[in-house]
Nanobody
């Protein structure tokens, strides 16, 4: 089993910044992918950004140039630096890890961007 604990969400004005963190614990294999997903109210969950244990990253087009995903493998922690936030970034953000052929999710942290 793997546990994920997110932190760093909150309320911010448009143009502001937030940094999300997610700490993973449990049975984590060295080869894994960590990611952030988000789910706006009434919409489907979507991938925001992902990073492999080797450091390769990918982003959804709508956040490219504004968000940066990074990780600290020694701490099993993934971060999402969100700059130039827009009201459309408002969503519940979920941490995800794929390891050992399984998929695990955090409880989610709310990000609200006011206009």
């Amino acid at each position: 089993q793997v546990q994920l604990v997110e932190s760093g969400g909150g309320l911010v004005q448009a143009g502001g910044s937030l940094r999300l963190s997610c700490v993973a614990s449990g049975r984590i294999f060295s080869l894994n992918t960590m990611a952030w997903y988000r789910q706006p109210p009434g919409k489907q969950r979507e991938l925001v950004a992902a990073i492999t244990s080797g450091g390769s990253t990918n982003y959804v087009d709508s956040v490219k140039g504004r968000f940066t995903i990074s990780r600290d493998n020694a701490k099993n922690t993934v971060y999402l630096q969100m700059n130039s936030l827009k009201p459309e970034d408002t969503a519940a953000y979920y941490c995800n890890i794929q390891t050992g052929g399984r998929n695990y999710w955090g409880q989610g942290t709310q990000v609200t961007v006011s206009s």
